[in-house]
């Protein structure tokens, strides 16, 4: 295992692994490809307002009953990267994605039990689980190959300079205007496309599913954060109209609710791994050049001496005496620097749509008989609740 994910941090010249110049470059492409499509009329806001519209209909159709909104979440959360990146939703039952949604979903999986064991050298033995390694690299296999496809298409009929559709194409455009040695010592080429493509579903995916998952369970624990949440959608959107990126300013206590999941349950605990490039020295440690490090999330979401009561869920600590969003510097769920979550403020308005949407139709509750929901969770790549069922009652 240890070895497979040696391979991939050395091999990958995508952005999530990535680094020097492969990783500036790729990395200045995805943001600005971003930022231009947020300024367009069908910009990702449509996208993710359609998505979330049909997630409250697959809800609608559990007619009340308790169901685990597990999957439903997850396909919703992949299509806002579909849209992201080839610039349309796929229908849940295509086979593509359904084996691109498995795949993650197994890579996440067995590298969540890999960063425990690389943490903990009791188990150091597990490293070499053949069985967990097989499953990992025949993931991998399998959504590169789905990824890949979808590049052919692409490279086969051409890109039309006048009519770029979606990041894939975009990027193949900015390749044939490079010249040969710039490919090469650039690394911004069609392999490098689908590391990021991959990268891009497999840090946008789970991450933005878990933390809605996350929100599904602290709102039915909290029924009064649940009614005073509704009570605002109601004042400032109303029942009939759909949820929009622009009412987030208008909806402090909303915001605030979901900073407050993002922060107590630290959805990516650790950040990437890192190399230093240099001997240096943070605070009172020495650190020699080469040495591997993470940088513990949790730890500074957590800390006592940040936060008042940090294991309280308490959105309001993120509302300041008039009522107004006020996000401290060290509310770090997205990381600093220069390695920050590229898809921070994808994920920002995902959030906010897809959970305004939510609860302007549904009030969520625990089924009867059904013991009060844990907020204990598996850690790994991602921190994930551990399988739930609510029911949600049309309002
Ligand atoms: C709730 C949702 C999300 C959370 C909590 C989150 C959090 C993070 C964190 C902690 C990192 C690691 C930064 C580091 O190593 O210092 C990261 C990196 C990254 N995230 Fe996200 N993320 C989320 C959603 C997304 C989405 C929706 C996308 C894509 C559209 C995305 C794309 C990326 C990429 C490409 C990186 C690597 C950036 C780099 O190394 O330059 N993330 N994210």
Known sequence: ???????????????????????????????????????????????????????????????????????????????????????????????????????????????????????????????????????????????????????????????????????????????????ENYLKSAHFNPSNLVTNIFDMFGAGMETSSKTLLWSLLYIVEYQEIQTRIQHDIDKVIGRHRLPLKSDRCQLPYVEATIHEILRIQGIVPMAGIRVASRDTTIGRYDIPKGSVMFGNLWQVLHDPKLWDDPETFQPERFLNKDGKLSVPEYMIPFSIGRRECLGKKIAMSELFVFFTHLLQKFTFTIPDGHPRPSFIGDFGMTHSPKPFEICALPR
């Not at 806002?80 to 084996?99: Q, S, T």
């Open 1 to 179: 295992m240890f070895f497979c994910i040696s391979l991939i941090f050395a091999l990958s010249t995508g952005i999530l692994y990535g680094s020097g110049v492969a990783w500036r470059e790729n990395r200045k492409f995805f943001l600005s490809y971003y930022r231009k499509v947020d300024q367009e009329e069908k910009n990702f806001e449509t996208f993710i307002s359609q998505e979330a519209a049909l997630l409250v209909n697959i809800i609608s159709a559990q007619c009340g009953k308790p169901f685990n909104p597990r999957s439903m979440v997850s396909n919703a959360t992949a299509n806002v990267i579909a849209a992201a990146i080839l610039g349309k939703r796929y229908d849940y039952e295509d086979e593509d994605f359904v084996a691109l949604c498995k795949g993650f979903d197994t890579i996440t999986n067995v590298l969540s039990s890999s960063s425990v064991i690389l943490l903990n050298p009791k188990v150091f033995s597990v490293l070499f689980l053949r069985k967990e390694m097989e499953r990992l690299y025949e993931a991998f296999v399998a959504t590169r190959q789905i990824l890949g496809k979808l590049l052919e298409n692409h490279v086969v009929n051409g890109v039309d300079p006048a009519n770029i559709h979606n990041a894939i194409e975009a990027y193949l455009l900015e390749i044939s205007c490079k010249d």
